[in-house]
T-cell receptor, first 105, second 116 residues
């Protein structure tokens, strides 16, 4: 059983929509990563956070350590946001299987 | 270089042969990680190096897999007697520090291994 679970596994959206991707983990952690992987492309680190909220452009990541839950939000989504979004914890170096997002114009 | 460099980018080998995959992390990064990503699957942790500490090998799938990191910099992942199920993209990442607060992770482009 993967200790990091993401939902949904697949997500489609129309350009401009607000998107939320969820990440839950079963053991306590100190900090969590959000990564982005474009089709056929490399992996880019989006956020590492241990509490509260971080924002970068249209991306917002939140984490609740007590509830063992994190969310990644994308505001005003765009087709170039289409990618796989992966969360994982820093303590045990375990990542979820990712959420595949497709944004259509 | 500016980023994490991996070589070869593609490797096709025959079942039973040994392969070596190389990772050159960002200069100054003390933590180095190897992951494997099979087609359509998530990132599978293999091994983690942090400075001069003993590596965390808990993710290595079998004793055919080994890795070393020389001089705290370049790392080599070796797969002996390759099997078809070893076919995957092998990804290396580095970060400024390891442990509980790794900081930003920087990934290489990966080495795609195909075992025929």
């Amino acid at each position: 059983k993967n200790e990091v679970e993401q939902s949904p596994q697949n997500l489609t959206a129309q350009e401009g929509e607000f998107i939320t991707i969820n990440c839950s983990y079963s053991v306590g952690i100190s900090a969590l990563h959000w990564l982005q992987q474009h089709p056929g492309g490399g992996i880019v680190s989006l956020f590492m956070l241990s509490s509260g909220k971080k924002k970068h452009g249209r991306l917002i990541a939140t984490i609740n350590i007590q509830e063992k839950h994190s969310s990644l939000h994308i505001t005003a989504s765009h087709p170039r946001d289409s990618a796989v979004y992966i969360c994982g914890n820093t303590d045990k170096l375990i990542f979820g299987t990712g959420t595949r997002l497709q944004v259509f114009p | 270089g500016a980023g994490v460099s991996q070589s070869p980018s593609n490797k096709v080998t025959e079942k039973g042969k040994d392969v070596e995959l190389r990772c050159d992390p960002i200069s100054g990064h003390t933590a180095l990680y190897w992951y494997r990503q099979s087609l359509g699957q998530g990132l599978e942790f293999l091994i983690y190096f942090q400075g001069n500490s003993a590596p965390d090998k808990s993710g290595l799938p079998s004793d055919r897999f080994s890795a070393e990191r020389t001089g705290g910099s370049v790392s080599t992942l070796t797969i002996q007697r390759t099997q078809q199920e070893d076919s995957a993209v092998y990804l290396c990442a580095s970060s400024l520090a390891g442990g509980l607060y790794t900081g930003e992770l920087f990934f290489g482009e990966g080495s795609r291994l195909t075992v025929l």
